[in-house]
Nanobody, 125 residues
Framework: QVQLVESGGGLVQAGDSLRLSCAASGRTFSSYVMGWFRQAPGKEREFVAGVRCLGANTDYADSVKGRFATSRDYAQNTLYLQMNSLKPEDTAVYYC??????????????????WGQGTQVTVSS
């Protein structure tokens, strides 16, 4: 089992940058696929970015490709999301998620069992 705690959200202007962190408990961090999802008011939770097990292979939603970058620090048991060139449509609660897997799982929220509490990101125009 793993526990996740996000941090780093806030209120920024369009074009600014933010870095989110997700600290994971447990000794088997490397055995979990890690992902970032977001949920805006009135919308479903959507995939943003993810990192597979056994390396640094990443995937991104089309809406954030070229602007966001995710990485994981195995020594610190931490997942990061660097968000650049933020847009008002990036406004949402951002969640860190984890699922135990050999390599990867489809990037859909229902495939992830473990979730953080979420952190609010608000981008003003």
């Amino acid at each position: 089992q793993v526990q996740l705690v996000e941090s780093g959200g806030g209120l920024v202007q369009a074009g600014d940058s933010l870095r989110l962190s997700c600290a994971a408990s447990g000794r088997t961090f490397s055995s979990y696929v890690m992902g970032w999802f977001r949920q805006a008011p009135g919308k479903e939770r959507e995939f943003v970015a993810g990192v597979r097990c056994l390396g640094a292979n990443t995937d991104y939603a089309d809406s954030v490709k070229g602007r966001f970058a995710t990485s994981r620090d195995y020594a610190q048991n931490t997942l990061y999301l660097q968000m650049n060139s933020l847009k008002p449509e990036d406004t949402a609660v951002y969640y860190c998620a984890a699922e135990r897997a050999f390599y990867s799982v489809p990037w859909n929220a229902r495939n992830f069992a473990y979730w953080g509490q979420g952190t609010q990101v608000t981008v003003s125009s």
